[in-house]
């Protein structure tokens, strides 16, 4: 157990909808990131929040945003989905943003029909 | 970024030991992870170098140099739980970058 909760572990969309992933941090970490993981793939950066404000992006398009909120908690927005965003989104959790304690929950999984 | 490089799968039978090797690139470099993940699971946590050398902990050590863009996972007197993905990340700035996974399966 990580301390790192997301909700909800499992959810289907159809494409064009819109979804939010919720994440609850680890108590006293203030920095939450995004990681999509693919089938058969490593996980990939999509954003990290650092007290509230987006810190540091990868390379994802717009339609992936995200929300910090005062008790370091966080959601991820994906709009008008596409049959790619079918993923495993893991939300980690650290003490600041160097991430050198980086502790993952149990992930989402999205399927997009 | 780093370009993170490992093999895909390696076998290997109970109680034997499983050498992961891991190359990435070395620019903007602030330390190699190693995940453990098994199917469906989240990546759990192994080990963090950030310096030159070995770290060992327990049946699991893990090696860096720096120099060479080198680490490797050492996974000692293997069990069958310890059939799972192992993650290699690099970590610049603050992201942390993953290789594809290496597949370990151990057999009896």
């Known amino acids: 157990e990580t301390g790192v909760t997301q909700s909800p572990t499992h959810l289907i969309k159809t494409r064009g909808q819109q979804v939010t992933l919720r994440c609850s941090s680890q108590s006293g970490h203030n920095t939450v990131s995004w990681y999509q993981q693919a089938l058969g793939q490593g996980p990939q950066f999509i954003f990290q929040?650092?007290?509230?404000?987006?810190?540091g992006r990868g390379n994802f398009p717009p339609r992936f945003s995200g929300l910090q909120f005062p008790n370091y908690s966080s959601e991820l927005n994906v709009n008008a989905l596409e049959l790619d965003d079918s993923a495993l989104y893991l939300c980690?959790?650290?003490?600041?943003?160097?991430?050198?304690?980086?502790?993952f929950g149990q992930g989402t999984r999205l399927t997009v029909v | 970024g780093q370009n993170i490089d490992q093999p895909t799968e390696m076998t290997a039978t109970e109680g034997a030991i499983v050498q992961i090797n891991c190359t990435y690139q070395?620019?903007?470099?602030?330390?190699l992870f190693w995940y453990q993940q098994h199917a469906g699971e989240a990546p759990t946590f192994l080990s963090y170098n950030v310096l030159d050398g070995l770290e060992e902990k327990g049946r699991f050590s893990s090696f860096l140099s720096r120099s060479k863009g080198y680490s490797y996972l050492l996974l000692k007197e293997l069990q069958m739980k310890d059939s799972a993905s192992y993650l290699c990340a690099g970590l610049n700035d603050y992201k942390l970058s993953f290789g594809a996974g290496t597949t370990v399966t151990v057999r009896a």
């Open positions: 980690a959790s650290s003490p600041g943003t160097a991430n050198t304690e980086a502790f």
């Open positions: 929040y650092y007290r509230e404000e987006e810190n």
């Open positions: 070395t620019s903007g470099f602030n330390g």
